[in-house]
């Protein structure tokens, strides 16, 4: 028994509206498949799917880009947070000296 090719294959009905969109979207899309590889494609059917190419170029630019800025954002974030560490860390020395807690001798003068 000859098997039946896939585009004269019968699908089940579709239960919803949009279910059976998505089978005519699917029997376009493999027709204009068909048509693109035997060569008889029409000129909107072949720039319809030159535009498609060119979009997802497009958005893959802009992720690509989105990404690069995110990379640079982080980096940058990390050295503001280890400035701020850094000036914490002068911060607090400063205080234990105002509380006495280091000694230095050009605050005493040996003459009192």
Do not use: C, W
């Not at 000036?87 to 607090?92: D, E, Q, R, S, V």
């Amino acid at each position: 028994m000859p098997k039946a090719s896939s585009s004269s294959q019968k699908q089940a009905p579709a239960e919803t509206s949009e279910a059976r969109e998505q089978q005519m979207i699917n029997l376009a899309m493999n027709l204009a498949e068909q048509k693109l590889r035997d060569g008889s494609a029409s000129n909107s059917i072949i720039i319809h799917y030159l535009k498609l190419g060119t979009a997802r170029a497009e958005v893959e630019k802009t992720k690509l880009q989105a990404e690069t800025d995110l990379a640079v954002a982080k980096m940058k974030s990390l050295e503001s947070q280890a400035k701020m560490e850094e000036l914490y860390a002068k911060a607090i020395e400063g205080m234990k000296t105002y509380q006495g807690n280091t000694f230095q001798e050009d605050y005493y003068d040996e003459d009192e």
